[in-house]
């Protein structure tokens, strides 16, 4: 095997032009492993008509439905034929499902037929996506019950920290999922002169803390909590600036509230970012990152905020935190906007303290999709061999 150059499928329910975590970590994948290996991406149809990829790797699309009521579609890749054509003749040697939905689906029925391994990465929290959609517990568990049925055809199963491979060994995967991490493309911003120009466009006192939140302007990104804790922090005379960096449906609400707590001179909504490198200053100028999120799996951004030795603050106990040490590489708070408030003027009474974690961030956490994408081939080629030594020794069907 490690003389032909292997053909990988990723399966993806949601694509550019959309941007979201599972994109971007399955972009990545595609990028840095068709380095050495041919890289099919399996995905829906854009809803901008005149949107065509042009990527380093091949993107072949599936016909779509639109979900009412949201920004993401459901690919019918049984009503395009043109499209199973496509995949039929891909002649895959391993499948990499990152959604359990027709998209992953059809992943796990090519890789049956044609006998080939199948990996599918956890990436979100499902039964709380459902719960928030359909508000019904019932309805819940019954799509999570479906979605496992899925999971559990897979050869292996991957999760981006260990607290999400145990809340899906909870859910009733056959075995426990192992780890595999993300990572970033985010290199240290050095440019200080940028800082100071940033210090400046956002009137920013030697005195005050820069916080930052990157990310969808969601409800489900628990920003009222964000708020609520900034609100404390000003009854304490605490002196910061906050920037949310990002877009999304809650923009109207996040700014409402805002202004009715009076944090209207302390918060700024920064807009959508897409330039990496200047993301990478805003997360260079913080001081710590506010992420307070329960919804997330592991998301991208802690990383990004540890590439600039910017720590994270999140809540005691929530998955996003399973990669962290507290009080070493970052700190948790209990799930309460006053003791979120006290834990950050906690945090900034000891600068030298606060110094040494935001170095032990970027020492831990700080990982590079070069590093992460050499392991996954590594794993796909284990997992390519030891299906190959099963097929010689399955007994023969007469």
């Given at each position: 095997?490690?003389?032909?150059?292997?053909t990988?499928?990723l399966?993806v329910?949601?694509?550019?032009?959309?941007?979201?975590?599972?994109?971007?970590?399955?972009?990545?994948?595609?990028k840095?492993?068709?380095?050495?290996?041919?890289?099919?991406?399996?995905?829906?149809?854009?809803?901008?008509?005149?949107?065509?990829?042009?990527?380093?790797?091949?993107?072949?699309r599936?016909?779509?439905?639109?979900?009412?009521?949201?920004?993401?579609?459901?690919?019918?890749?049984?009503?395009?034929?043109?499209?199973?054509?496509?995949?039929?003749?891909s002649?895959?040697?391993?499948?990499?499902?990152?959604?359990?939905?027709?998209?992953?689906e059809?992943?796990?029925?090519?890789?049956?037929?044609?006998?080939?391994?199948?990996?599918?990465?956890?990436?979100?929290?499902?039964?709380?996506?459902f719960?928030?959609h359909?508000?019904?517990?019932?309805?819940?568990?019954?799509?999570?019950?479906?979605?496992m049925?899925?999971?559990?055809?897979?050869?292996?199963?991957?999760?981006?920290?260990?607290?999400?491979?145990?809340i899906?060994?909870?859910?009733?995967?056959?075995?426990?999922?192992?780890?595999?991490?993300?990572?970033?493309?985010?290199?240290?911003?050095?440019?200080?002169?940028?800082?100071?120009?940033?210090?400046?466009?956002?009137?920013?006192?030697?005195d005050?803390?820069?916080?930052?939140?990157?990310g969808?302007?969601?409800?489900?990104?628990?920003?009222?909590?964000?708020?609520?804790?900034?609100?404390?922090?000003?009854?304490?005379?605490?002196?910061?600036?906050?920037?949310?960096?990002?877009?999304?449906?809650?923009?109207?609400?996040?700014?409402?509230?805002?202004k009715k707590f009076?944090?209207?001179?302390y918060?700024?909504?920064?807009?959508?970012?897409?330039?990496?490198?200047?993301?990478?200053?805003?997360?260079?100028?913080?001081?710590?990152?506010?992420?307070?999120?329960?919804?997330?799996?592991?998301?991208?951004?802690?990383?990004?905020?540890?590439?600039?030795k910017?720590?994270?603050?999140?809540?005691?106990?929530a998955?996003?935190?399973a990669t962290?040490?507290?009080?070493?590489?970052?700190?948790?708070?209990?799930?309460?906007?006053?003791?979120?408030?006290l834990?950050?003027?906690?945090?900034?009474?000891?600068?030298?303290?606060?110094?040494k974690?935001?170095?032990?961030?970027?020492?831990?956490?700080?990982?590079?999709?070069d590093?992460?994408?050499?392991?996954?081939?590594?794993?796909?080629?284990?997992?390519?061999?030891?299906?190959?030594?099963?097929?010689?020794?399955?007994?023969?069907?007469?």
């Amino acid at each position: 095997m490690e003389d032909k150059k292997l053909t990988i499928g990723l399966f993806v329910d949601a694509f550019y032009p959309m941007i979201d975590g599972v994109i971007l970590v399955v972009d990545q994948y595609a990028k840095l492993l068709s380095e050495n290996a041919n890289v099919i991406v399996f995905a829906p149809t854009s809803r901008e008509r005149h949107y065509h990829d042009n990527r380093m790797y091949r993107v072949v699309r599936s016909r779509h439905i639109r979900v009412p009521f949201t920004s993401y579609d459901i690919s019918v890749p049984f009503l395009d034929f043109h499209f199973r054509a496509q995949l039929r003749n891909s002649k895959l040697d391993i499948v990499h499902i990152h959604s359990p939905f027709t998209m992953g689906e059809t992943g796990i029925e090519y890789a049956k037929k044609h006998k080939i391994p199948v990996v599918g990465t956890l990436h979100s929290q499902y039964k709380k996506d459902f719960i928030e959609h359909t508000k019904s517990e019932i309805i819940s568990e019954l799509m999570l019950t479906r979605i496992m049925n899925i999971f559990n055809k897979c050869d292996e199963l991957w999760a981006v920290n260990q607290k999400i491979s145990e809340i899906y060994n909870s859910y009733g995967t056959n075995t426990m999922p192992k780890v595999q991490q993300n990572a970033t493309d985010l290199v240290p911003f050095t440019d200080l002169q940028k800082i100071e120009a940033l210090r400046k466009k956002y009137e920013i006192k030697a005195d005050e803390k820069v916080f930052l939140f990157v990310g969808r302007i969601d409800k489900i990104k628990n920003l009222d909590f964000t708020v609520d804790s900034l609100f404390k922090l000003r009854l304490k005379g605490f002196k910061f600036k906050m920037l949310f960096v990002g877009s999304g449906p809650y923009e109207d609400e996040l700014k409402a509230r805002i202004k009715k707590f009076g944090l209207d001179p302390y918060c700024t909504l920064v807009g959508r970012i897409t330039d990496r490198i200047e993301l990478s200053s805003y997360f260079k100028l913080a001081d710590l990152f506010l992420f307070p999120s329960l919804y997330d799996a592991s998301s991208l951004v802690q990383i990004e905020a540890a590439s600039q030795k910017t720590p994270s603050l999140f809540i005691k106990d929530a998955a996003t935190a399973a990669t962290i040490t507290p009080d070493v590489n970052g700190y948790v708070a209990e799930d309460d906007p006053s003791l979120y408030a006290l834990k950050i003027i906690e945090i900034f009474k000891n600068v030298k303290s606060h110094q040494k974690v935001c170095n032990q961030a970027y020492q831990d956490l700080y990982k590079t999709w070069d590093e992460v994408t050499k392991n996954v081939y590594k794993n796909y080629l284990k997992l390519i061999k030891s299906n190959q030594t099963k097929q010689l020794v399955a007994p023969k069907q007469v």
